[in-house]
């Protein structure tokens, strides 16, 4: 056990945001900070503690238990806000996790922040606060407009809210000059009547989260087999026999995952786990609804090999897989799916030849794994007849990310793995509902056929230029081409990348508007006017003139189901996101022949028109009534693609640059198992073993040692972008952690001041959040 004392001082580009002096975004306590291993089992006892600890903290001992009985509950019940982890489909009750619980927690909390808190503290002081101090002050209570000469919010009524909206969206001289940005939570029905809205008004401008999220993983499905999504689901998670979880921390980002995991190994199954890192899900886990074991203390493995890849190395490692198989498949014909290949698939023939060009030497030096584990990883692959490859940002958020996933459906295709059980791509989603959110029309770049069908039903005239996404938008604010920035959900400023430009870029705008439950940075980094409008969150009883109302959401897995409030909301000044939605479109088109209004008495009506705009939504009254709801028809499932050549494409890119050679390293931005993207709920990250720090890097020991930094000591980390920018952080921790020479990994949102917001996939528009270039030195101030 080792510590450390810290006090790193602000960052002068966090001074832009105005970022407390503690450094990190969490509540930063004077305990010391302290690393030591993990190795107990992923969940369990320890997940079973730490939600005793948030029930008692947000004041919710009595309701929070109650509420999670009621999540993820087939016929009533509200989906958790968390992960987009599919429900169990097994009548299980208690499919939850501690996380989930955090969240949902989080959201109920007993605290309020109201008018008379604004009263209290100027925007300047509040912006010297902490992230979590913020968050900390509760649920917001009524809507808030900035008032420039006291430099407070103060309390605005909603029809003076809207109008306002209103006035400042009809003056710009181009609907262009405003932007929609989506936070993956929104429901399906209030995301479609919020793009209803931006193209009734006349803008594809929807940057949404997923723009740095899964935006490379939409692409290259959509590229390969004709649509943005995975196509497994969870039967296939539960039949496969050889499952690869790549770039993912399951057990705090979809902790749902180990029962999976856990299920898979009793089964018999290889799971291998690819990541620079080794996560606490690639070790063992106590499946938390499985008491016997928790009393037992009985755990389960949840890994049979582990590859820690060097970082951005997926690609060459996949490729490596397919070299061995196609190698195997001269003396051993059953390597490959010949049948397969030939009756669904193009472009075999090339593939087959980049693969054979492509040097052993050059795989390992990419993968930074040396060949014999590659040919563990094939081996594994070759012997499985059902093989299921699941990922997240560790493969999306680099420049090749497109490519890296074009990757996997091309190793999949070889043994035609796809269209039939245990087998297929699952991508790993965010937010609880950002794959509801594109399904909807969240989405800048909307196929014609949507627009056609939106036209034709709507009776409105969309634009059919794509709009701005998330960089776009950022660039665009700065150089004062957007004016009005709408923040649905979310937490803008600290998400995205190039903290310093993204707050000059919002203080740049004539209006900001924010929909939130919780006070965070953004309302503090505002443009000239500003709006704060708090809505009813998902655990919360949503009454509208035709009686309660249910929201639908879709999970990771393309199952589309209702979610019902269960609480009496927050304050009684609360509105529901589509009558927010609604509010702002009626002020802001006043004439239109939309039925705004009568929308948001029913939500049945929105659903109407939306199973006439959406495929795969007929009939979705009935059907998202059903007990587990539906799921959504997956052409490539079926083995129909929806490709120009009505087939699965291979692609054939080339393998990305050659890892930087020189005293460079590739710095990865990640979560911490106790925070919830910019959310923080502590300084601790319990299954990395570190407590009371987030100013860390961690690093190689051999890294460290070259560079003359002492285990634990204060460093510098400064980061250079394409265009030769650096930016910079001091007095940062540095930890030896496991993992390949010339990576490092440390926290977002805090190190989001790193990633330059030019600095983006040319692939996917995706920021490089997982691939930053840094020098790290030991801290000059030292
Ligand atoms: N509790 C909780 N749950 C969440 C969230 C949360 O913040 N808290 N966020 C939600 C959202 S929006 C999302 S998108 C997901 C994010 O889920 P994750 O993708 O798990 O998110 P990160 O914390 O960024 O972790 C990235 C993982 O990829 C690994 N990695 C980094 N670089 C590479 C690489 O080059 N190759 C490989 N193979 N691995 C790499 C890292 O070591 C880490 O394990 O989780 C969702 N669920
Ligand atoms: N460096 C780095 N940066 C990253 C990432 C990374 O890995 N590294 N990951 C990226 C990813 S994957 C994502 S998804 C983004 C996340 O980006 P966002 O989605 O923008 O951020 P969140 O932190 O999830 O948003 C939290 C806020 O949402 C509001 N909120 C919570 N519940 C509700 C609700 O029900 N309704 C409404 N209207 N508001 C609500 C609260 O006010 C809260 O403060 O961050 C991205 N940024
Ligand atoms: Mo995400």
Redesign the pocket.
């Known amino acids: 056990m080792t510590a450390s004392d810290v006090d790193p001082t602000p960052n002068p580009q966090d001074g832009a945001v105005g970022r407390s002096a503690t450094g990190g975004d969490g509540p930063a306590s004077d305990k010391r900070p302290s690393h030591r291993s993990y190795h107990h089992p992923a969940a369990g006892w320890g997940a079973a503690k730490s939600v005793g600890r948030v029930l008692i903290k947000e004041r919710a001992l009595f309701e929070g238990p109650r509420a999670i009985l009621k999540m993820n509950h087939e016929n009533g019940g509200f989906d958790c806000?968390g992960c987009a982890w599919p429900d169990d489909t097994k009548g299980l009750k208690l499919d939850i996790c501690e996380n989930g619980i955090k969240h949902v927690t989080w959201?109920m909390t007993g605290k309020r922040v109201g008018a008379d808190f604004f009263a209290r503290h100027t925007v300047s002081e509040l912006s010297e606060w902490s992230d979590f101090a913020l968050?900390d002050q509760g649920r917001?209570t009524e809507p808030l407009v900035y008032d420039e000469a006291s430099d407070r919010y103060v309390p605005i009524t909603w029809q003076d809210a809207f109008a306002l909206i209103g006035r400042e969206l009809r003056a710009l001289n181009s609907p262009d000059e405003a932007a929609f940005?989506t936070?993956?939570?929104?429901s399906n029905e209030a995301t479609f009547l919020y793009q209803l809205m931006a193209r009734e008004f006349g803008t594809n401008n929807l940057p949404d989260?997923?723009n740095?999220?899964?935006e490379a993983s939409g692409r290259a499905l959509t590229a390969a087999l004709g649509t943005g999504k995975g196509t497994a689901d969870l039967k296939d998670w539960e039949t496969a026999d050889a499952l690869f979880v790549m770039g993912v921390n399951a057990a705090s980002n979809a902790p749902r995952m180990l029962t999976a995991l856990a299920e898979a190994y009793r089964r018999g199954a290889q799971i291998v786990h690819v990541n620079p890192l080794v996560e606490a899900a690639a070790t063992s886990t106590i499946v938390p609804h499985e008491f016997t074991d928790m009393a037992l203390f009985k755990a389960t493995r949840t890994s049979t090999l582990n590859l820690q890849v060097r970082a951005g190395g997926d690609m060459a490692l996949l490729r490596g897989i397919a070299k061995a198989v196609l190698e195997e498949s001269r003396s051993d014909p059953k390597a490959l799916d010949k049948e397969f290949i030939e009756r669904h698939t193009h472009g075999f023939e090339a593939y087959r030849e980049l693969c054979e060009a492509t040097s052993w030497e050059e795989l390992e030096e990419q993968s930074g794994l040396p060949r014999a584990d590659i040919l563990k990883a094939a081996e594994i692959y070759s012997r499985s007849d059902r093989t299921l490859i699941s990922w997240c940002?560790g493969l999306t958020?680099h420049e090749h990310g497109v490519d890296t996933v074009r990757e996997i459906v091309n190793v999949l295709l070889l043994r035609g793995n796809l269209g039939r059980e245990g087998a297929g791509p699952s991508p790993v989603r965010?937010?609880s509902n950002?794959q509801g959110n594109r399904t909807c029309g969240i989405d800048h770049r909307p196929r014609p056929e949507f627009l056609d069908r939106l036209a034709d039903v709507c009776r409105i005239d969309p634009p059919r230029e794509h709009g701005m996404d998330t960089v776009d938008t950022i660039e665009a604010m700065n150089q004062g081409r957007v004016k009005v920035f709408v923040?649905?959900?979310?937490?803008?400023v600290?998400?995205?990348?190039d903290t310093a430009y993204t707050s000059q870029g919002l203080r740049n705008c004539e209006l900001t508007v924010?929909?939130?439950?919780?006070?965070?940075r953004?309302h503090l980094v505002h443009g000239r006017k500003a709006l704060i409008l708090p809505?009813?969150?998902?655990t919360e009883k949503d009454h509208q003139r035709r009686g309660l109302q249910s929201v639908s959401v879709e999970d990771s897995m393309s199952m589309v189901h209702l979610s019902v409030g269960m609480k009496k909301p927050a304050s009684p000044h609360l509105l529901s996101?589509p009558a927010i939605i609604a509010g702002m479109a009626r002020a802001t088109l006043p004439e239109s022949s939309t039925p705004w209004e009568s929308y948001v008495e029913d939500y049945d009506r929105i659903r109407d028109t939306m199973a006439k705009v959406l495929d795969g939504f007929e009939d979705f009254n009935r059907r998202v009534r059903l007990p587990l709801g539906f799921r959504i028809k997956q052409p490539a499932r079926e083995l129909v693609f929806l490709t120009p050549s009505g087939r699965a494409e291979f692609s054939a890119a080339p393998l990305p640059e050659a890892p930087p050679r020189d005293d460079v390293l590739v710095l990865?931005?990640?979560?911490s198992h106790d925070q919830?993207?910019?959310?923080i709920y502590s300084d601790n990250d319990r299954y990395r073993g570190i407590s009371n720090l987030r100013t860390l890097i961690l690093m190689n020991g051999d890294d460290m040692r070259a560079r003359g930094i002492k285990p634990d000591s204060l460093v510098d980390i400064t980061a250079t972008a394409r265009d030769g920018s650096q930016r910079h952080l001091k007095r940062y921790t540095a930890i030896e952690y496991s993992m390949p020479r010339g990576c490092a990994a440390g926290y977002?949102?805090e190190?989001?001041v790193l990633?330059a917001a030019s600095d983006y996939s040319k692939q996917s528009n995706q920021?490089l959040?997982?691939n930053i270039k840094v020098r790290v030195a030991p801290s000059a101030e030292d």
């Open positions: 806000p959201e968050e917001l940005y936070s993956g939570r929104l989260c997923s740095m999220c899964h940002l958020q965010g937010h950002v923040g649905m959900g979310g937490n803008f600290l998400a995205a990348p924010h929909v939130s439950t919780k006070l965070n953004s809505c009813l969150g998902r996101e990865q931005t990640m979560r919830w993207n910019t959310t977002m949102p190190m989001n990633v920021p959040m997982k």
